[in-house]
T-cell receptor, first 107, second 112 residues
Framework: ELKVEQNPLFLSMQEGKNYTIYCNYS?????LYWYRQDPGKSLESLFV?????AVKQEGRLMASLDTKARLSTLHITAAVHDLSATYFC???????FGAGTRLTVKP | KAGVTQTPRYLIKTRGQQVTLSCSPI?????VSWYQQTPGQGLQFLFE???????NKGNFPGRFSGRQFSNSRSEMNVSTLELGDSALYLC???????????FGDGTRLSIL
């Protein structure tokens, strides 16, 4: 059974700092998705990664996929308060979601 | 351009009843997916439809069913409701499989 693990589950960081969220999965897949969810809100699609080595960037967020390591990373550069949210990865075999990483960016 | 519209926004039902939720995708989007979100189980995938055909299905019992119409609108039905079906149900549409999804605001279903 496909398992998707995100870490950390909780992340508190200061504005201006960099950090990385990790998404590990247990079976072969070459499709991985990242989503953002603000409290009490719906999901927002961030990135669709469709092949090994795929890298996508949007603003202060950059996502990458290593299918051989079964690992995706979401890198945050120079965090700002507006990035505070919960971030989910999902792996496409069964569209299995990670538990989410709750990010809080403090001034 | 109108976003994804889910109706109703809130719904209260009792155990044993059935419910139908509706999702109108963004115009031109042919792929619709449904998800369930609960505090205990997190986000779980229910179904994906493309051009009226179910492409993928998550690991849910047969009480959960869905369909997509020729105008790409989709419905999901849950029969014989259980307390554990209380959740936020999210619908997302996209141009096609593996494309970025756009989510509706969700339907919050409460089972008493």
């Amino acid at each position: 059974e496909l398992k998707v693990e995100q870490n950390p589950l909780f992340l508190s960081m200061q504005e201006g700092k960099n950090y990385t969220i990790y998404c590990n999965y247990s079976t072969t897949s070459d499709r991985l998705y990242w989503y953002r969810q603000d409290p009490g809100k719906s999901l927002e699609s961030l990135f669709v990664l469709l092949s090994n080595g795929a890298v996508k960037q949007e603003g202060r967020l950059m996502a990458s996929l290593d299918t051989k390591a079964r690992l995706s990373t979401l890198h945050i550069t120079a965090a700002v308060h507006d990035l505070s949210a919960t971030y989910f990865c999902a792996v496409d075999n069964d569209m299995r979601f990670g538990a989410g990483t709750r990010l809080t960016v403090k001034p | 351009k109108a976003g994804v519209t889910q109706t109703p926004r809130y719904l209260i039902k009792t155990r044993g009843q059935q419910v139908t939720l509706s999702c109108s995708p963004i115009s031109g989007h042919r792929s619709v997916s449904w998800y369930q979100q609960t505090p205990g189980q997190g986000l779980q995938f229910l179904f994906e439809y493309f051009s009226e055909t179910q492409r993928n299905k998550g690991n849910f019992p047969g009480r959960f069913s869905g369909r997509q119409f020729s105008n790409s609108r989709s419905e999901m039905n849950v029969s014989t409701l259980e307390l554990g079906d209380s959740a936020l149900y999210l619908c997302a549409s996209s141009l096609g499989p593996n494309q970025p999804q756009h989510f509706g605001d969700g339907t919050r279903l409460s089972i008493l």
